[in-house]
């Protein structure tokens, strides 16, 4: 592990400070609520939908180097052939054979992929990895919140609701907490609205100026009652469109149909944040892997279209991204153990740059057996933020983070 | 380990050397994949939980769980690792701010050598020590380990940093300087012992009065072990509790970085703070709430179905009402709520949670009953959340 610094009183958080303003509850009288959801400006805001791999996708299996000597003899048993189907995308790499989806959507010009995207200095271990990912930090700062988090802090102060940023799943993520402002956590909005119509939690929840503004108890009451307000407003909105296309039949694929149904209802949320776990695959890479692409190529075509039918896949970007990818050479057990950078997907109906964006990693070129990475994870993150969800990066990332022009 | 310690931590009688013991496994944050080395290292925190701070920083750091963790099994004369020495002054005893980038240098050689064996023993690599002479904070001399913590503990911040930090945890979430101030000089008179420091820490005046009430979030395993406690609950699956105590983010042993668990309101949102207010009606009442963990991708499970990752309830807690209803004597049923609340809240309850409260013991047919649902109610507010 190497060095961290401590950013507790850094320049970044002392800058998120100016936004010590806290929301207040909407309004939750019925005609106030009606009032807003009939003016909600449908869909016409960007968004955009992070998806997570969990466990350390193997990048080098997913964007096959294919024509690599090198590559087929680090891998004498787990390397992917021609032969095994796969899909090529260029004259030297080819997706998995069962990315078909996915190779759909590239084909269309509606899916980007940037290689060799990691950090200096990486972490191999899953959890500070991805604590590194979440929190956009750099493998030697130690930050208590999330990029997605500080992106509201800084962009949502004073009037956005908790809801800007929605994680589909029972609690929220490190990379949806900021400073002032959280993200919300729900797994879909009838379970969340649920939770909150308890006669005695609806009661609290509507008290007013409960403690001394500025207490921990004050804190405490503001958050419930949001957490509520923001529940109503969800699981009303969300009847609006119901979705009938077809996801795969998995906790992922459900999570994806929810949120194309909240996209497609008109939530005014900006930031939508999915997970798909188990790419640990140290042992028997094989069948695990192609399902888990499988399922996450099918569910991403199947958003993909559906987004299109409701109109919303051209305000919509999605970003695909992995702790750290693996060794390059495979391991005794058919499997890959922890390694280092690795390729993320971009994918929407308005990308401005399709196809492939940079050269993969050298393979004759390692770094103790690991690619080398050739572009900083926090340059996407800042390109994104200011090119697409119309953010100021700095106050997110802090400054000297380089963006990529004309990324999206 | 983790339901062992909880279950100290709620019937122990030694309460205070837990929560201590508690607060310097944040403060000493260390993740390792050998379960006996974690062991090791709370119970030598345990033991030396409420003795002299420097004993205790020495015994923490000899452990194999730390040096493996902050990477001193690296730290060799001829490619010094600097990780362990800066965590040292960084987030043991001073903090940022109060030595240089060359005494992170210099410190690196000075706990060159500092190892342990394939038994996880302490060892001392005489070979790959650098025995130079070193210039630290100050002082030159051709200091070990033991030098340079001694060292970094003549430096004035080191007391201020600990104080603060103890005050935070126990007191206020915002330091005041003006109780802050005389406690640290306290400290460094009695060569830093921290039994003595928290005896005054909570004999002073100012740790009564109301402003100090109800000012900090507790954690997820202080509200846990809390309502075990104060309430004498019996659990039948402790896993259970575990499972609940992860979705609000804390996981003993398992603490996010190297930083500890960060506290106070980062420990609330809309989720969590929903998991929290129905958690006694979670134990008491059965009430339905199903959480699916995260992944936490860890070596030793690599792949867990979403079905292993959900905790639901499954009616494995009993609350025992004899113990509370000899507390409130013969006390009259319209005046049990506010006995209750002054006995299980730090905050003052309000005139229309009084009145909610009273609704819900109001609804039950049975004397029992309707204890159980004044506890419960009172229990669910979020005045319960503060300590």
Redesign the interface.
């Known amino acids: 592990m190497q060095r961290r610094q401590f950013l507790q009183s850094s320049a970044l958080a002392s800058t998120l400070l100016l936004v010590p303003k806290f929301l207040h509850a909407l309004d939750r009288s019925e005609n106030q609520l009606a009032a807003r959801l009939r003016d909600a400006p449908g869909g016409t805001a960007k968004r955009l939908i992070v998806v997570q791999l969990g466990g350390g996708n193997d990048g080098l299996n997913t964007l096959v180097p294919f024509r690599n000597d090198l590559y087929y003899k680090a891998r004498p048993t787990l390397a992917l052939r021609e032969a095994d189907g796969l899909l090529p995308v260029s004259d030297e790499l080819a997706l998995h054979q069962s990315m078909k989806g996915l190779k759909g959507l590239f084909d269309q010009g509606q899916l980007a992929i940037c290689n060799a995207v990691g950090y200096p200095n990486p972490d191999r271990s899953h959890f500070r990895s991805m604590d590194i990912w979440q929190s956009g930090s750099g493998s030697e700062q130690l930050l208590s919140t999330g990029w997605l988090g500080r992106y509201l802090d800084s962009n949502c102060a004073g009037g956005a609701p908790a809801y800007q940023a929605l994680e589909i799943d029972d609690t929220l993520s490190l990379a949806l907490k900021g400073a002032q402002r959280n993200g919300l956590a729900l797994k879909n909005p009838g379970k969340f609205h649920q939770l909150t119509q308890s006669r005695y939690l609806s009661r609290l929840s509507q008290e007013k100026a409960a403690a001394p503004a500025g207490s921990e108890l004050d804190y405490l009451y503001k958050t419930l009652a949001e957490t509520a307000s923001s529940a109503d407003y969800l699981y009303e909105k969300s009847k609006i469109h119901n979705s009938t296309a077809t996801y795969p039949n998995t906790d992922f694929g459900r999570n994806l149909k929810t949120t194309a149904e909240l996209i497609g209802s008109g939530v005014e949320s900006r930031v939508y944040y999915l997970a798909l776990s188990g790419f640990d695959t140290h042992v028997g890479q094989h069948g695990r892997q192609a399902q888990l692409l499988g399922e996450l190529s099918d569910g991403l075509a199947a958003l993909a279209a559906d987004l299109q039918k409701s109109s919303e896949w051209n305000n919509t970007l999605v970003m695909v991204f992995s702790e750290f990818g693996r060794r390059v050479s495979q391991n005794a057990s058919n499997g890959t153990d922890h390694g280092t950078a690795n390729n993320v997907f971009l994918l929407s109906g308005a990308l401005r740059r399709p196809g492939l964006l940079n050269q993969p990693a050298s393979l004759a070129d390692l770094d103790q057996g690991d690619l080398r990475y050739q572009l900083d994870f926090r340059s996407l993150y800042a390109s994104i933020l200011t090119d697409w969800l119309g953010a100021d990066d700095k106050l997110v990332l802090g400054p000297g983070i380089e963006k990529l022009a004309g990324l999206v | 380990m983790s339901t062992a310690w909880m279950n100290k931590m709620a019937t122990s009688p030694g309460q205070l050397r837990e929560k201590v013991a508690l607060f310097w496994h944040g403060h000493f944050a260390c993740?390792t994949r050998r379960p006996d080395d974690s062991l090791a290292l709370l119970n030598t925190i345990r033991e030396k939980a409420l003795g002299k701070f420097p004993d205790l920083l020495l015994a923490v750091s000899q452990e194999p769980a730390m040096l493996q963790?902050?990477?001193n099994q690296q730290n060799r004369k001829e490619h010094p690792n600097?990780?362990f020495a800066?965590?040292v002054m960084?987030?043991f005893t001073l903090g940022?701010g109060n030595y240089t980038e060359n005494d992170v240098k210099e410190a690196a050689r000075a706990f060159t050598g500092w190892s342990y064996d394939a038994q996880s023993r302490f060892t001392f690599r005489e070979r790959q020590h650098d025995a130079g002479p070193k210039t630290l904070l100050g002082q030159t001399g051709n200091f070990g380990g033991e030098d340079a913590l001694r060292i970094i503990m003549q430096q004035p911040a080191a007391a201020t940093f600990i104080v603060t930090k103890l005050y935070r945890f126990f007191v206020n979430?915002v330091p005041n300087p003006a109780h802050i101030e005389p406690l640290t000089v306290a400290f460094r008179k009695s060569h830093y012992d921290i039994g003595d420091l928290l005896e005054r820490m909570f004999s002073a005046d100012w740790f009564y009065e109301p402003a100090a009430m109800?000012?900090?979030?507790k954690s997820p395993v202080v509200l846990v072990a809390g309502l075990r406690r104060t309430l004498n609950l019996k659990v039948d699956n402790d896993k259970q509790l575990l499972g609940y105590q992860k979705?609000l983010?804390q996981t003993l042993f398992m603490p996010?970085?190297?930083?500890g668990w960060?506290c106070?309101?980062?420990w609330?949102?809309?989720?969590?703070?929903?998991l929290r207010?129905?958690l006694p009606?979670i134990l008491f009442k059965n009430a339905e709430?199903?959480?699916?963990?995260?992944?936490?991708?860890?070596?030793i499970t690599?792949?867990t179905t979403?079905r292993e990752r959900t905790v639901k309830n499954t009616e494995t807690t009993h609350l025992p009402l004899a113990p509370i209803q000899q507390l409130l004597g013969g006390a009259p049923t319209e005046n049990q709520p506010q006995l209750l609340a002054d006995f299980l809240l730090q905050?003052p309850l309000?005139p229309?949670?009084l009145a909610?409260v009273q609704q819900?013991a109001a609804k039950a047919t049975t004397p029992e009953e309707r204890l159980r649902n004044t506890l419960l109610?009172l229990l669910?507010?979020?005045?319960y959340?503060?300590a």
């Not at chain 2, 109800?214 to 979030?217: K, Q, R, S, V, Y």
């Not at chain 2, 996010?256 to 930083?259: H, L, S, T």
């Open positions: 993740r963790f902050l990477n600097e990780n800066r965590e960084e987030l940022r979430d109800a000012t900090i979030i979705a983010g996010p970085n190297v930083a960060p106070g309101r980062a609330i949102d809309s989720s969590s703070l929903l207010l129905q009606s709430f199903a959480v699916r963990l995260k992944d936490d991708e860890n070596d690599p792949q979403g905050a309000r229309e949670n909610l819900a109610s669910s507010l979020p005045e959340q503060l």
